[in-house]
């Protein structure tokens, strides 16, 4: 027996949490780019200015056509007033109030028009400071100073959430099914297991991960789904998109039946195990086997704990040949 931490491997692939394409919503010269590439940004911080004079001169047009759209309500009311107070006291035909209504009416109508129309030039002025939604790091930015950008020039930046940030890999049914399996413990509970990364040249990212997302349809083409993981990334150290390895690890080490992986054979029927009974005959023992650990292999049936398993001179042996065993140290 040995204590083993159950593992599961899988190749994975890391994405940011938020990821957001920034794009130009009016039309204009850009006038600023206020950022340096791949700095990091909060949230709010101003990325880009487009020219401003045509927008405020729009701003200043609608104001002015509102004044004007006012006045002249405040007009069509004074005269609606004026004819309403004539024709109680019979000096003015119903008709002319009725047309004084009517005039009063398009005037209030105007203004709400001109009102929207100062909103929407507001807006565009708005529009012409281009600011982050997001904190994280910014990318190379596609038009410099000078260029004419609008919403159909495409994305202007990228900018990345940097921390937490999400590493996704795909896992079989069947490997689910083992890893809830795993969990169980007696007595009804779930065993915690964590999450840890393996970057590209093999060393362990020190930072842990929490599993937080499984995906709820498989993929019929390859009977897999994919599972997500969080996990913290202070330094920047894993890249949106960058491969890795994810292991899946209870926390605890648990005591586990193992054997050299040197002792393992395989024929149709699967794997097996040459044992040594206590009249020093040789059987063939099939057996079940769970993840590697290091050089050894877990046992989860076929074998029971004190059986000798013949590990070296294996080709040399057959099953119900009487031989010589010597343990080996530390086995």
Not at 186 to 203: C, F, P, V, W
Not at 232 to 258: K, S
Not at 315 to 328: D, F, H, L, S
Request: proline share 4%; aromatic share 4%.
């Amino acid at each position: 027996m040995k204590g083993v931490k159950q593992s599961f491997v899988f190749v994975g692939r890391i994405q940011a949490v938020n990821k957001v394409e920034v794009r130009a919503r009016v039309e204009g010269f850009l006038e600023k780019a206020l950022f340096r590439e791949g700095q990091d940004v909060k949230a709010g911080d101003l990325l880009y200015q487009i020219e401003k004079v045509q927008f405020q001169a729009q701003v200043d047009q609608a104001n002015a056509n509102l004044a004007s759209a006012e006045a002249e309500t405040t007009n069509a009311e004074l005269q609606y007033n004026r004819s309403l107070e004539l024709s109680k006291k019979e000096f003015s035909a119903q008709s002319v109030v009725d047309q004084n209504k009517a005039t009063l009416d398009s005037s209030r109508a105007k203004v709400l028009q001109m009102q929207a129309a100062l909103k929407q030039a507001e807006v565009n002025l708005q529009y012409t400071d281009i600011h982050s939604p997001i904190d994280g790091r910014v990318g190379r930015t596609t038009y410099t100073v000078g260029n004419l950008v609008n919403p159909a020039s495409g994305i202007l930046a990228t900018i990345v959430s940097q921390d937490p940030i999400y590493v996704l890999f795909p896992v079989s049914v069947r490997d689910l099914e083992i890893l809830r399996e795993a969990r169980r413990k007696e007595g009804g509970g779930l065993a915690k297991i964590e999450i840890l990364i393996r970057l590209s040249n093999g060393s362990d990212y020190p930072q842990r991960g929490v599993w937080n997302l499984t995906d709820p349809q498989v993929d019929q083409q390859t009977d897999t789904l994919i599972m997500r993981a969080i996990i913290p990334n202070p330094e920047g150290q894993l890249i949106d998109g960058e491969l890795v390895t994810a292991v899946i690890q209870e926390r605890q080490e648990e005591p586990r039946l193992v054997v050299p992986q040197a002792a393992l054979q395989v024929d149709q029927s699967g794997y097996y195990v040459l044992v040594v009974d206590n009249q020093h005959k040789v059987g063939q023992r099939p057996i079940q086997t769970g993840p590697n650990e290091d050089t050894d292999v877990v046992i989860t049936s076929g074998l029971r704990e004190g059986e000798n398993v013949i590990v070296d001179g294996i080709q040399k042996v057959r099953p119900g040949q009487e031989v010589q065993e010597t343990a080996i140290a530390g086995g």
